[in-house]
């Protein structure tokens, strides 16, 4: 085995195609992994604001239900495995619940009668501030 | 066996004090978030100590609460006096207004607002109204939370009839009155674009060089943030994520008028708060309208105002007509984002837009 190393050409002839398989899952799994972990919008954390405060940040690796008490009442925030969306809220138009998942760096979610916004973070950011 | 000691040591300390410079250099932004106007409001300001930056930060907070208890439309203000709440500034006006041709004291910038709001109401065809707010309150939107409202089609009908504009206003030496007493001002398509300009010039004033100002979407940039301008992010209409980005230069600002921060739903279909003055109904062929404005000179309407203020013309107008309403105020550089989402993008927006997914289709106007 010590041997082939030493012979690249040996080396290849020596591979049947179910180790070429293994190679190419090899490789893709690393370029799919690339493209997740490594573009710039992949979210690592969300942030949590009430009012003018930071609430809290929490990472995204995680499976969890966060409750805020805001400016009306209870609202939940459900976390899953790279994403975050309003699960709950007292407000009446319901428009945060309604924007769904968030799953990029950048996105937001904001309930403005009870005062509390999500924000996911990322290693950059894709922009400084929302245009709405 | 001692030397391996020592060398890792050595790459221990290097790595310590890579993290040590790092935090040194942490970059010197400062960023808050408030409510106030009825709207989130999102200053980030680079390039100053926290303290100073907290300091005018706050500043420019307390100048939008005050802005908004003085021109707040519809609700009464809290107040110091025993009386109980008041009606704001602009809320005395109405009443004013309503009453008859009686000439009321008002301040000089309040003047000022509505001589400016009344020249780009005349610029827009009268699209841009702020005098059609008793249309506004009968759609609901006067209020906190919309509720579907199922209007009365001829009460619709008689309040286009009434037709309030901004030139039955009288203004002369800081009093004003009304010619027509269905003019009820709502300054909430002028208002954010007003604070932003204050803002702007506050921070200008106080040498903040590099600063980013987010008022209820609306944005004006100062200088930039490190070496690059800023960047902003437009919203997607439909979607919880952004649909482009561009560099916003220093004095530019941006806005955009949308159905989907205020509306309601009401068998199936969608009623949005940006009304045609003309039918008295929301527009229903449009979902959101962008503006990009260039500094203006000084003195003329700044571009925090016509930020807000231009979006609303090409919102409410004809298809057809959306390139004309732009150029009536000098801007184009816009997208439109029509009721069956095809976008269109002006010439000059198009070479600054970075689509956020490669694969959006749009038709560039001439």
């Known amino acids: 085995m010590l041997n082939l190393l030493h012979y690249p050409r040996l080396l290849i002839q020596e591979l049947r195609v179910g180790d070429w398989l293994v190679v190419l899952a090899g490789l893709l799994c690393v370029f799919y992994l690339f493209q997740t972990l490594w573009s710039n919008e992949h979210a690592t954390k969300v942030q949590i604001r009430l009012g003018d405060k930071i609430y809290a940040t929490y990472s995204l690796n995680q499976q969890r239900e966060v409750h805020v008490h805001g400016k009306l009442g209870d609202a939940v925030i459900s976390i899953a495995q790279g994403k975050a969306r309003f699960a709950k809220s007292p407000c009446h138009t319901q428009y945060c619940v309604h924007q769904g998942w968030l799953t990029r760096a950048g996105q937001a979610a904001i309930c403005l009668p009870n005062q509390i916004s999500l924000e996911l973070l990322g290693e950059t950011k894709p922009y400084d501030s929302l245009n709405y | 066996m001692r030397k391996g000691a020592i060398s890792f040591l050595f790459v221990a300390i290097l790595i310590l004090g890579a993290f040590f410079l790092k935090s040194c250099f942490k970059e010197p932004i400062y960023h808050s978030q408030s409510y106030v106007f009825g709207t989130l409001v999102d200053i980030s300001i680079y390039g100053e100590t926290d303290e100073r930056a907290s300091l005018v930060a706050n500043h420019v907070l307390q100048d939008f609460q005050d802005l908004h208890n003085r021109l707040h439309a519809w609700k009464p203000v809290a107040g110091n006096k025993p009386s109980g709440p008041q009606l704001s500034e602009l809320g005395q006006l109405n009443a004013a207004f309503q009453k008859g041709n009686q000439p009321i004291t008002i301040s000089p910038d309040l003047a000022k607002m509505l001589i400016d709001a009344t ?248």
């Not at chain 2, 503006?291 to 105002?305: C, E, K, R, Y």
């Open chain 2, 119 to 366: 020249a780009l109401s005349v610029k827009s065809n009268g699209l841009f109204n702020p005098a059609i707010g008793n249309l506004i309150g009968t759609w609901g939107f006067q209020r906190d939370e919309f509720n579907p409202v199922i209007v009365d089609d001829n009460k619709i009908k008689s309040l286009v009839k009434s037709n309030p504009c901004m030139t039955d206003i009288v203004i002369s030496n800081n009093t004003a009155y009304s010619n027509n007493p269905m003019v009820k001002l709502d300054l909430g398509g002028y208002a954010k674009g007003y604070a932003l300009d204050i803002a702007a010039d506050y921070l200008r004033k106080q040498h903040v060089k590099n600063a980013l100002i987010n008022i209820g979407g609306n944005i004006m940039a100062i200088g930039q943030h490190h070496d690059q301008p800023w960047r902003v992010g437009i919203q997607h209409p439909r979607l919880p994520t952004a649909i482009a980005t561009l560099d916003l230069p220093d004095g530019w600002a941006i806005g955009t008028s949308g159905d989907y921060q205020r509306y309601f739903m009401l068998n199936g279909q969608r009623y949005c708060h940006i009304i045609d003055p003309r039918s008295g109904y929301p527009a229903q062929h449009t979902q959101s309208v962008t503006v990009l404005v260039p500094p203006q000179a000084h003195s003329q309407t700044q571009a925090g105002v016509l930020s807000d203020v231009v979006s609303k013309p090409i919102f409410i107008e004809a298809p057809e007509n959306r390139t004309k309403a732009a150029l009536a105020f000098g801007i184009d550089n816009f997208m439109v984002i029509d009721d069956k989402s095809n976008i269109f993008v002006s010439k000059k927006m198009a070479q600054k837009l970075h689509w956020i997914d490669s694969g959006v289709k749009f038709t560039t106007l001439p």
